[in-house]
């Protein structure tokens, strides 16, 4: 009986140090093409630098999505603002957990001098900033271009962007797998 609780508290320590391990490198990653990036004008550039640090994580062997938000518009009405970013997911706690990536984020802040996009309703950013579960989402992005996001904030992050309610009751599969999901749905009517 004891050689089994021993190994169960092993198996927990070992899966704990692992999943540390993989956060603190994952985290690293981002880290280093942060700074690689900083000085760049990052106006528009969402295709290639989210194309460019999702084939990083994938070469890394992490679990990472390439997201573009016209992929969860349910009809032409909603699709107003085409925006790429990366979804990064590891173990913590036995439970997936998600990183927020998207180095170009500063686009969608209000700034002196700068004019909104006519397809949106306000700035994403000043959206945001209104929940005080996401101004560290916000902090992190403007700063780091990447964030620890729960699902709820990956909702409110999608629906800040092109603003429709529907946005804000997607599942995890459905964000991750947004094509999938649709070609699901579509046979589940024929």
Same mark, same amino acid.
């Given at each position: 009986m004891q050689n089994n609780s021993n190994f169960s508290l092993?198996?927990?320590y +070992?899966?704990?140090l692992? *999943?540390?391990k993989e956060k603190e490198l994952l985290f690293q990653t981002l880290d280093d093409y942060w700074h690689k990036i900083q000085k760049e004008n990052k106006q528009q550039l969402c295709k290639v630098y989210a194309s460019q640090i999702y084939q990083i994580l994938k070469e890394k062997g992490?679990?990472?999505f390439l =997201? +573009? *938000?016209l992929d969860y518009c349910k009809n032409s009405k909603e699709c107003c603002y085409e925006h790429i970013f990366v979804l990064a997911t590891y173990q913590e706690k036995e439970k997936d957990a998600y990183v927020l &990536?998207?180095? *170009?984020?500063?686009?969608? %802040?209000?700034?002196?001098g700068k004019t909104l996009n006519e397809k949106?309703? =306000?700035?994403?950013?000043?959206?945001? %900033?209104?929940?005080s579960m996401m101004n560290p989402v916000v902090k992190n992005l403007n700063q780091k271009g990447y964030s620890e996001i729960t699902l709820v904030? &990956?909702?409110?992050y999608l629906g800040s962007i092109n603003q429709f309610e529907s946005f804000f009751s997607l599942s995890i599969e459905e964000i991750l797998f947004p094509k999938q999901e649709q070609s699901k749905n579509k046979t589940s009517k024929l």
């Open positions: 092993q198996s927990f +070992n899966q704990l692992h *999943t540390n992490f679990s990472a =997201c +573009n *938000t &990536i998207d180095p *170009t984020f500063s686009q969608f %802040e209000k700034e002196e949106m309703l =306000c700035f994403p950013s000043l959206l945001l %900033e209104k929940d904030g &990956i909702q409110k």
